[in-house]
């Protein structure tokens, strides 16, 4: 007889779910040491004994400065980072393999028929929350403070900043490393339903929780049936950008209103008929082989 076929290598998930499971707290713990240590560098140390309105008081004023904006939003996005790139880099694989920074099996034209797609499940998110409640949470304040605050030059800063490195930081993280590995191992529904939980996990609040869940389960398909993350980063990026700009342009306060007027009709018009071509070109080129 010849020689016993070689049993197929089943790839090691345990070193993904402690990534996965623990990136979160430690980016949370990151972010609350920066900002203890600027509370403690800056002599606002009265903000820590005012009570959770004094904090975010200080918080909202903290933020709108370019200091302030880096130590809220560098931390968490460095953790996310090193937790994608780190065990990519120590993979036998190449690391942008690791991570499906390759080509995909998608052509480039439905790169921007998938990023309009992308508001109207952020849609679905809001509409989600909205029978729950009729105003925004604290840190959804909080949040939109952030998107409309800067001026001049700092707040483009602040809208480019907001909309590139989470969109491929998280990308990277969630749909590359994490998403990537579960589905060597698991069914699709359980490994793009739990990285999205994770995704929608870290944004904290239970209010983002609910809006961001949606947009995780669409980032998780698009990046499973084009075999690429790049079509997921580049939606994520627009969604970052529309609800930055929509921000800056409504007004100054975030409410949990929707107006169907001209232009959000024509919009919605516009983000429907994508997702329906969407559906059909993931559906259609699922099954080709990706390119490298």
Wanted: aromatic residues 12%; charged residues 10%; glycine residues 10%.
């Amino acid at each position: 007889p010849g020689p016993m076929p070689t049993p197929p290598v089943v790839p090691r998930i345990w070193p993904t779910l402690v990534v996965a499971l623990g990136v979160i707290p430690v980016a949370a713990m990151m972010s609350t040491v920066a900002i203890v240590i600027a509370l403690f560098v800056g002599g606002n140390v009265d903000a820590l004994t005012g009570g959770g309105e004094g904090m975010m008081q200080w918080l909202g004023e903290f933020v709108a400065t370019p200091l302030g904006f880096a130590v809220i939003i560098a931390p968490g996005q460095l953790v996310f980072a090193a937790a994608a790139i780190v065990p990519a880099i120590l993979s036998p694989r190449p690391a942008y393999q690791r991570l499906g920074l390759g080509r995909g099996r998608l052509p480039l034209w439905t790169f921007p028929v998938l990023m309009l797609a992308t508001p109207l499940v952020g849609l679905l998110g809001y509409f989600l929350l909205l029978p729950m409640t009729d105003e925004p949470s604290e840190q959804l304040e909080f949040i939109y403070g952030m998107f409309t605050k800067p001026t001049g030059v700092f707040a483009v800063v602040v809208v480019v900043s907001l909309s590139v490195v989470p969109g491929f930081v998280e990308e990277s993280l969630f749909r590359g490393y994490i998403q990537r590995r579960l589905l060597k191992r698991w069914p699709p529904i359980a490994a793009i339903g739990f990285t999205s939980f994770l995704f929608a996990a870290a944004h904290i609040d239970p209010h983002h929780f609910l809006m961001v869940l949606p947009i995780g389960v669409w980032l998780g398909i698009v990046a499973w049936r084009s075999g690429s993350i790049w079509p997921a980063i580049l939606c994520h990026f627009f969604l970052n950008l529309v609800g930055v700009l929509n921000a800056r342009l409504s007004g100054d306060s975030a409410d949990m209103q929707f107006t169907f007027d001209a232009p959000t009709i024509v919009g919605l018009a516009a983000t429907g008929l994508a997702f329906i071509v969407s559906v059909f070109v993931l559906v259609r080129y699922s099954n080709r082989a990706p390119l490298p």
